[in-house]
């Protein structure tokens, strides 16, 4: 009962969606004593921005024709691969930014969609396995608030995580994480306090949650 | 009058979205004779992953203590925030890939959004400019598709351009650009050629637009 565990916060202190994450990852411990994590830091670390055009490039070259370049991107994709194909559940800590999503995962999307075991369309290496999508936005995008519709993030992330990936995904969302820190939020205090308080609630439920195969929804 | 064009597509050769930006500028520049055009190719040289970041922190940095890579990430920051304020127009040519927005556009308008006169909130130098935005979708998700809802870029590079950096914008897109490469979508040759036909009278009719300051909707 292996878990791959990937951040794309470029900060390390102070990451909100680090925190969270941090707590999914101690209770689903708590179900599996000693399982493995392997870990991926893409936002602290992040892919090269030639790779994916790069492996595709490759892709369209027959094997004695690759550059150097080429090869190097190839191995990367297949490393990433074997990371997703070894793990038996997921935890994606990817924050909002700039109302869209993190250009760090948007490029390990891509990279890792090159490889045949993850194309979309194919049966892919993650299909079935259990998975928990942490998300953290600085302001509020929920229905009913004046920038509702702005997180264009979200339905992207369950679009590759759940339709083109096939992982069983849970989501943790928190919203407001600015207050506190930008005084222009003062007023939501408490309304953040309990929506820290809320996504905390299933940071733990669904850290447990995912030594369970097929979860129910 | 001068323009500053951006393409993201991977490709050179047989990019769809180069082609349909072709048309707009060429019949721009029939309107605008020997006006400049400034050029960048984030998509065949792309920005560094780690620019952001770095301009993220540099700007948290007070001027004497900055490290050199900090430095020259905000002068990369302030050269690209030079292009758009020396524009009178904009042509932004940016396909959809997996889904979900560039990979490279997302990197370029993290940068851009760093510097103070691009920020979020604030006037911006695009503000009230005329501006293209061409995109391109191997398949089709439009509304009534058995895809509708699986293009999660559109909304967010609409947000970007007009809510958040308010340039006066006009969009041609277009479907099915794998119709004619892909056998499995030779049904659909008809569609695709009417949708090809529209958008490239879209091309047309926006690029003698973009000289027209304050254009009726």
Do not use: C
């Not at 928990?132 to 004046?146: A, D, E, I, K, R």
């Amino acid at each position: 009962m292996s878990l791959f565990r990937l951040d794309a916060s470029i900060r390390e202190d102070g990451s909100t969606s680090r925190a969270l994450a941090d707590l999914v990852e101690k209770h689903w411990q708590e179900t599996a004593p000693d399982a493995p994590v392997s870990r991926r830091h893409i936002g602290v670390n992040p892919l090269p921005s030639d790779a994916w055009a790069t492996a595709l490039a490759a892709g369209a070259t027959s094997d004695t024709d690759r550059t150097e370049q080429q090869r190097q991107a190839l191995t990367l994709a297949s490393t990433l691969i074997d990371e997703l194909d070894q793990a038996d559940a997921y935890l994606f800590a990817v924050p909002l930014y700039n109302f869209g999503p993190s250009q760090h995962f948007k490029t390990y999307v891509d990279l890792v969609t090159t490889d045949p075991r993850m194309a979309p369309g194919t049966a892919t290496v993650t299909a079935g396995k259990p998975g928990v999508l942490v998300t953290v936005q600085g302001g509020n995008y929920s229905p009913g608030t004046p920038k509702e519709g702005w997180d264009h993030a979200t339905d992207w992330m369950r679009r590759i995580l759940e339709d083109v990936w096939h992982i069983d995904l849970r989501i943790v969302s928190r919203e407001f994480t600015l207050v506190g820190v930008n005084p222009a939020l003062d007023a939501f205090t408490d309304m953040a306090d309990q929506i820290k308080g809320d996504a905390e609630h299933r940071a733990r439920e669904h850290g447990r949650s995912l030594t369970i195969q097929n979860r129910a929804a």
